[in-house]
């Protein structure tokens, strides 16, 4: 092989397979810190000191992968092993996107298993959730700044949060709401031009759908024809999960908590809070908090077994999708990317996040620092009402100090994490509830 300078990296021709292991690998393992900073390393990694990609190719696949349900940095991560070397490379670039934190996950959600009775555990996880509610606060700001440039978008985020916070409707119902008015309104905006005609062959399309669609579902009806009934309701609702998680984990866990916790009763509201602190430790999807509620909700069931089957099930069901997405729309990016309605449609569906993500930081905040919370229901309105005489002092200074950390002085989420467990550590013990 010959020399090349820093500039001279390879070309998308000379990347091989071992090029896109060995560079995915990497990516895996560092892809800390959400979806933002997983986008910026891939940028670094593959247009800036690679030119795998060119710069317009990244940002046209970037804003496919966000009209996208599920992960958009691991989408985008399979979209651009794709574009080097076709399906294999797609399938290795996302597979390294997740497996490393998958494994990690596995190991910490075991651990919690086990051992999350224990004081010390609690006491720990009383500075994770604490700093859980001040992660999801940051998200909503950023979301905001970026979606709610006019008054449509603020209208459009203030029904979202009043349509699940007061009147407690379904989060799928709410973005497509949301998707239909941007759609609408998008196709009544004057000069835009029309899209470029895609270049894909129909047939390979409806092909690589039908294969994709095999791939993910034929496990579930494996199970259900085994009579595996709870790793068939498993499966189910995170397949469902998968087709409507717009707007990135944070604003689909809600929706997801509703149902873990009050639909299903597979977690409580703590451990769930437990599974999203672990999640944000790792590399990898923060939708890789599904894994820890699979094998969690498994472990509860029926022990070691089943949990790690339920990991795997859940896993399944959540990434076999995105693979569909991907291999099925690549071909088209170009086209879609210049679609009007399509653009609509994610303006407001991104606008509707602000409400769903303002309503989940309530709703942690809600039972992180208050032990009762009741909820009143008065015709269509249902509300969710704190008992004060319950309200823990330790975790609202815990929450204050993570966001000291967070938000004021930008340290990373790892090092707050690390810094609010031990400090819950402390006051957990010193000061037990």
């Known amino acids: 092989m010959t020399d090349m300078t820093a500039n001279e990296a390879l070309s998308p021709t000379r990347a091989t397979l071992s090029d896109l292991t060995q560079v995915f690998g990497r990516i895996g393992i560092l892809s800390f810190g959400g979806p933002a900073a997983q986008i910026g390393l891939m940028h670094r990694e593959l247009v800036d000191e690679r030119s795998w990609l060119s710069e317009e190719e990244y940002l046209n696949a970037l804003s496919f992968c966000m009209l996208l349900p599920g992960p958009e940095a691991m989408q985008l991560a399979t979209y651009a092993g794709w574009k080097l070397r076709g399906v294999p490379g797609g399938l290795i670039a996302g597979l390294l996107f997740v497996l490393p934190g998958a494994a990690i996950v596995l190991a910490l959600a075991l651990g919690y298993a086990y051992l999350g009775a224990l004081p ?35 209208v ?10 007061a009147l407690n409707l379904p989060f799928p119902l709410i973005i497509a709401a949301a998707a239909a008015w941007g759609a609408i309104r ?64 944070y604003a689909v866990l809600a929706y997801m908590t509703q149902e873990v916790v009050n639909t299903f009763g597979w977690l409580t509201t703590e451990e769930m809070m437990a599974g999203l602190g672990l999640a944000e430790t790792t590399p990898g999807p923060l939708i890789l908090v599904t894994e820890f509620v699979g094998l969690l909700a498994g472990f509860k069931e029926a022990g070691l077994g089943l949990a790690v089957a339920a990991a795997i099930v859940t896993l399944w069901m959540t990434f076999a999708p995105c693979f569909l997405w991907i291999f099925a729309g690549a071909p088209y990016i170009e086209w879609i990317a210049s679609r009007p309605r399509l653009t609509g449609a994610l303006r407001a569906i991104t606008a509707a996040v602000v409400g769903v993500i303002l309503n989940l930081s309530i709703w942690f905040g809600l039972h992180v620092f208050f032990t009762d919370v009741s909820t009143v229901s008065a015709g269509p309105l249902t509300l969710a009402l704190p008992d004060p ?13 993570a966001g000291i950390l967070l938000l004021r002085f930008k340290y990373s989420v790892i090092t707050v994490l690390a810094v609010a467990a031990t400090a819950g550590l402390v006051l957990g013990l010193a000061f037990p509830a």
């Open 156 to 165: 459009i985020a203030g029904l979202a949060f009043a349509a699940i916070f």
């Open 186 to 249: 998008a196709n009544s905006e004057p000069g835009l031009a029309p899209p470029p005609a895609a270049q894909a062959r129909l047939s390979d399309t409806v092909r690589t759908i039908g294969i994709w669609l095999v791939i993910w579902l034929g496990p579930l009806l494996a199970l259900w024809l085994g009579g595996a009934t709870f790793l068939t309701d498993l499966g189910l609702f995170f397949s469902k999960l998968a087709v409507v998680t717009f707007g990135g984990a």
């Open 120 to 154: 010390a555990v609690d006491a720990l996880m009383l500075g994770v959730k604490a700093t859980v509610v001040v992660i999801v606060i940051e998200a909503l700001l950023k979301v905001a700044k970026r979606a709610l440039g006019d008054r449509v978008g603020w």
């Open 389 to 401: 005489g319950t309200l823990d002092w330790r975790a609202v200074l815990l929450a204050i100090g």
